[in-house]
């Protein structure tokens, strides 16, 4: 947070928008508050569980430690939740002056995913689906929950990172990520998508800004404004956002150049790495 209200200020990274009065911005980091709230509960609900299911002991075919990990992982889950709420608390109570962010363009990137769905499945299923754009910081996902509980009802469900809103992407500098080249990814428990991720946030989620379907779509509406490094056939992922089929299977958005425009697709969590996969990052 602290990173976007210096690029606020700085004004390098944020587009031009009207200033809010310090009573919408109060009510705004009210509803944010009330919205971290109801993901802290979720990650306690996640974590009384994983306790219920022993998911915290090593398997069999895991090395020592590795439930011991995922303890952790959850419990530092956990932890940054109530800081930030901490943070965002104390800004409130204090009587200091509430930074104005930027925010999402909603209704630019529901028309977005209307036709993003539209090409997926049916016109009718497209503009009859809710649509639900949550902000949530990546670090605060459980992909490996989200790859185990698929849910019809939660069609058309997606997160965006926080982080994303009011980038410039015209001047953003990107990253691009082999991770089989790298030598954490022969350490990992498996290599499905959903603990390639997992591992993403933690490891790269401080040091960089991870795109997100804003991003997705900024490329696939400017193909020619897309840096030419992700137009080599490779199949970059935007591990800024998990999005939700019709089936209910959580899903992370990827595209691919075929020649001319960048393709839409998304792909399940449960889902094996593969070679031809790369991992998009944004520089801070």
């Keep these: 947070m602290?990173?976007?209200?210096?690029?606020?200020?700085?004004?390098?990274?944020?587009?031009?928008?009207?200033?809010?009065?310090?009573?919408?911005?109060?009510?705004?980091?009210?509803?944010?508050?009330?919205?971290?709230?109801?993901?802290?509960?979720?990650?306690?609900?996640?974590?009384?569980?994983?306790?219920?299911?022993?998911?915290?002991?090593?398997?069999?075919?895991?090395?020592?430690?590795?439930?011991?990990?995922?303890?952790?992982?959850?419990?530092?889950?956990?932890?940054?939740?109530?800081?930030?709420?901490?943070?965002?608390?104390?800004?409130?109570?204090?009587?200091?002056?509430?930074?104005?962010m930027p925010e999402f363009d909603l209704e630019k990137i529901k028309s977005f995913m209307t036709e993003t769905f539209t090409i997926w499945y049916s016109k009718d299923q497209a503009e009859n689906v809710k649509q639900v754009p949550t902000p949530t910081a990546p670090t605060d996902l459980d992909f490996s929950a989200l790859e185990n509980t698929p849910d019809p009802s939660k069609f058309g469900e997606y997160t965006l990172n926080p982080e994303c809103a009011g980038l410039d992407y015209e001047n953003v500098k990107i990253q691009s990520l082999d991770i089989t080249k790298e030598a954490w990814y022969k350490t990992l428990p498996n290599k499905k998508l959903s603990t390639v991720f997992q591992y993403i946030t933690t490891h790269y989620g401080d040091s960089h800004i991870l795109p997100d379907l804003t991003y997705y779509q900024y490329i696939i509406e400017n193909p020619t404004k897309a840096d030419p490094a992700i137009k080599d056939g490779k199949y970059y992922f935007f591990p800024g956002s998990v999005l939700r089929?019709?089936?209910?299977?959580?899903?992370?958005?990827?595209?691919?150049?075929?020649?001319?425009?960048?393709?839409?697709?998304?792909?399940?969590?449960?889902?094996?790495?593969?070679?031809?996969y790369r991992v998009l990052l944004l520089e801070k």
Excluded at 2 to 10: F, R, W
Excluded at 47 to 62: M, V
Excluded at 71 to 99: C, F, H, S, T, Y
């Design 2 to 100: 602290e990173n976007l209200v210096q690029m606020a200020s700085a004004n390098t990274k944020t587009k031009e928008k009207p200033t809010k009065t310090q009573e919408e911005l109060r009510s705004t980091l009210e509803t944010k508050l009330v919205n971290l709230e109801s993901a802290f509960n979720e990650a306690v609900s996640m974590y009384e569980q994983a306790l219920e299911n022993n998911t915290f002991e090593d398997a069999d075919d895991e090395d020592e430690g590795s439930g011991e990990k995922r303890k952790q992982d959850i419990q530092n889950k956990i932890l940054k939740i109530l800081e930030r709420g901490e943070v965002m608390r104390a800004r409130l109570d204090g009587g200091e002056l509430i930074p104005d």
């Design 245 to 276: 089929l019709s089936n209910g299977d959580a899903c992370v958005p990827f595209s691919y150049w075929n020649g001319s425009s960048f393709n839409r697709h998304a792909n399940h969590l449960g889902n094996q790495w593969d070679g031809n």
